[in-house]
Nanobody, 124 residues
Framework: QVQLVESGGGLVQAGGSLRLSCAASGITFSGYAMGWFRQGPGKEREFVARISSRGRNTDYAASVRGRFTISRENAKNTMYLQMNSLTPEDTAVYYC?????????????????WGQGTQVTVSS
């Protein structure tokens, strides 16, 4: 049974930082490209960042580029999202996502596995 479990969400003031983690089980983690999506209140789920199976390639949404960093430790079956300079617009439920193949771009329909989500709230 595949499980992706996020942690690290919470409440932070604008300008602050959070580090999200995604622990994977039930898959050969090193064989999967991984990523993060988020869904804000009243909004559709949107792509945030992705990382290739070995961590050599990364990609970010324009809205987070330069502030967020995605990384992974295959030996620990874990992916991370370091979020700096947070703004209230970053408030959302953040979802861990996994799929075979890095591909050209990701949309929610391209994802094979989802985590349950972790809430990030940024206060002004």
């Amino acid at each position: 049974q595949v499980q992706l479990v996020e942690s690290g969400g919470g409440l932070v003031q604008a300008g602050g930082s959070l580090r999200l983690s995604c622990a994977a089980s039930g898959i050969t983690f090193s064989g999967y490209a991984m990523g993060w999506f988020r869904q804000g209140p009243g909004k559709e789920r949107e792509f945030v960042a992705r990382i290739s199976s070995r961590g050599r390639n990364t990609d970010y949404a324009a809205s987070v580029r330069g502030r967020f960093t995605i990384s992974r430790e295959n030996a620990k079956n874990t992916m991370y999202l370091q979020m700096n300079s947070l703004t209230p617009e970053d408030t959302a439920v953040y979802y861990c996502a996994g799929r075979l193949g890095y591909g050209d771009s990701w949309s929610p329909r391209d994802v094979s596995y989802w985590g349950q989500g972790t809430q990030v709230t940024v206060s002004s």
